[in-house]
């Protein structure tokens, strides 16, 4: 019985190894997520100002 005991506790640390490793990739993915959406906004913000000062501009020119 000793041997299956000690197999069940190698088994244990082979999962939280696996949980571990796929926590590591979730935060990973996470941060990806979180600067690709930052730079989204950041990019929806930039090119509602340049939206917002391109026809005054237009404008201007054309005069």
């Given at each position: 019985?000793?041997?299956?005991?000690?197999?069940?506790?190698?088994?244990?640390?082979?999962?939280?190894?696996?949980?571990?490793?796929?926590v590591?990739?979730?935060?990973?993915?996470?941060?990806?997520?979180?600067?690709?959406?930052?730079?989204?906004?950041?990019s929806?913000?930039?090119?509602?100002?340049?939206?917002?000062?391109?026809?005054?501009?237009?404008?201007?020119?054309?005069?």
């Open positions: 019985m000793p041997h299956h005991r000690s197999m069940t506790r190698h088994r244990s640390i082979y999962v939280n190894s696996v949980v571990n490793s796929n590591d990739s979730t935060v990973h993915v996470n941060s990806v997520i979180f600067s690709f959406m930052l730079l989204l906004r950041f929806t913000v930039l090119s509602l100002k340049v939206m917002s000062v391109l026809p005054s501009d237009l404008s201007f020119i054309m005069k």
